[in-house]
């Protein structure tokens, strides 16, 4: 299991068939109902563009409609599912996309959440305390005493414990910085590869997954005034050959490929257009101030337009 509170960072992960869905929004942001394929690749984009931020290539996806630029979702908060192509979730209130291709998640943990449990002790002690959602779920045919269902339950746990830290830190919720989370939750295809996708655990596993999802968007959303998109990526499995490896920053320095030997010129950024008008017009603004203030100049009248003349000719006289 992967838990990530994101900010910022890159991890990139192949995907194999699947489904992106909106389970909450804020009228806002305008999602269209309709079946359009996404590109996994290009929900960071979708989030970028739905909290107002501006993106490298234009998107041409359909589902995303230009919302109310001047009110914009104080955080994103996109789930995803592995180990299932799609989840059953209630009709009517989620809008879903097929998805292809790769997807693209984000991650880097505000020190606040420092104190969820990570390491697989931390959550089953965590699991068997008074406050526990064992106490609150139906395990129904899931067990207390099994490894695999324990690691599913304390991925719900996760989700419990983050709303809750979230609602004990509401000063995280009322900046004026926009907010990104990113959670991975493997538990569900541990169990699918244990009992398999037919078993009375898997079915009972992904209604308990839905109810909780339900749940923790809806505290999230709550705890941002209504002001929140929740997304949920379901995905069946990674194709590992198109994961990217992650460097430190301490890592040494690469040597670059040596120049081109055709003089040729470096590749100008996306923000080239933008340096290239604040140089140019402020250029052309002072030209102007030069010349205007050389003319009024030239053609001054020393004995009516200069303050200093005027002055010491007055004095001249009172003498």
Avoid at 36 to 63: H, N, Q, T, Y
Avoid at 203 to 211: F, H, N, T
């Amino acid at each position: 299991m992967a838990v990530l509170v994101a900010l910022m960072s890159l991890v990139v992960a192949g995907v194999l068939g699947n489904e992106f869905s909106i389970l909450r929004s804020p009228g806002s942001v305008v999602f269209r109902d309709g079946n359009w394929p996404i590109p996994g690749e290009r929900i960071p984009d979708v989030a970028a563009l739905s909290m107002g931020f501006s993106v490298k290539e234009d998107l041409s996806w359909p589902g995303l409609a230009v919302g109310n630029l001047f009110h914009r979702p104080r955080a994103t908060v996109m789930v995803m599912v592995k180990g299932v192509d799609k989840l059953a979730l209630p009709p009517g209130s989620v809008i879903s996309y097929p998805l292809e291709n790769r997807v693209y998640m984000v991650g880097k943990a505000n020190s606040v959440f420092e104190d969820l449990s990570v390491t697989l002790r931390q959550l089953r002690s965590r699991l068997f305390q008074e406050n526990s959602v064992l106490s609150l779920l139906p395990l129904n045919s899931l067990s207390r005493n099994n490894e695999v269902d324990l690691l599913f339950l304390s991925e719900l746990q996760v989700l419990h414990d983050i709303s809750s830290l979230l609602s004990r830190h509401k000063h995280l919720a009322k900046d004026h910085s926009p907010d990104l989370y990113s959670l991975e939750l493997a538990g569900l295809d541990e169990i699918g590869k244990r009992y398999g996708e037919d078993s009375e655990q898997f079915r009972d596993a992904s209604k308990i997954l839905v109810d909780a999802l339900q749940k923790f968007a809806d505290d999230m959303d709550g705890l941002y005034g209504g002001n929140a998109v929740v997304e949920l990526v379901t995905v069946r499995s990674f194709d590992t050959s198109l994961v990217r490896k992650t460097r430190t920053i301490l890592e040494a320095k690469q040597v670059k490929d040596p120049p081109s030997p055709y003089n040729l010129a470096y590749k100008y950024n996306f923000d080239y257009s933008v340096v290239f008008n604040l140089i140019l017009w402020i250029m052309i603004a002072l030209a102007l101030a030069v010349i205007i203030t050389s003319y009024n100049i030239w053609n001054m009248d020393p004995g009516y337009d200069s303050i200093i003349y005027r002055m010491t000719n007055q004095k001249i006289r009172m003498d």
